[in-house]
């Protein structure tokens, strides 16, 4: 966590006022430390960070890891509690695991088919900074002032079920799709 830190001040640093504001280095730290790469974020510019918007550090990552909301997609909340299994448990029950096209957590599709199915997971890089961010961020969804879906903590949730043991996370490397989806 301190690289993080001395890493983020390093970047704070590196322009002149004149030629690029904080504002722009802390964007780039962001994207630095909550992206998969920048490729992927360059992408979606809709979901860039905004800074009038985002009362917190944490609220801009989260904004870069599950997206914008728009208020014109909300659905009615479903307090239904599904079981799900392991990954090893879904692959040998005919489901394929790929990688999505974005890092956003809420990008999470299930295709059935007819003997198949496909499950479509948002690629994550998993190293020492992973488990501090996604519980800070999920500890930031949950407090008084911050977001009021709880993305991030639904994304923990869904992972903890398919990743039980070392098998879950082979399973999830496989076939290209983890490669860069899994890596420690």
Known sequence: M???FNNFFELARVKPPEESSCINEVNKY???YCSVNVTSWEKNQETS??????????????????GSSDPGDKKPADNTW???RSATELAKSGIHFRASETINFTDVKFKSYYIYGKLTLPPIVVDDATKPLLLNLAAYEMSRHGPSELKVASYICLMDSLIDRAEDVKE?????????????
């Open 172 to 184: 999830l490397r496989k076939k290209g799709n983890s490669s860069q989806q899994f890596r420690q």
């Open 82 to 84: 599904w079981s799900y």
């Open 49 to 66: 960070l905004k800074w009038e918007e985002s009362p917190h550090l944490l609220d801009l990552m989260r904004a870069n890891l599950v």
């Open 2 to 4: 301190t690289e993080l």
């Open 30 to 32: 962001v994207v630095k």
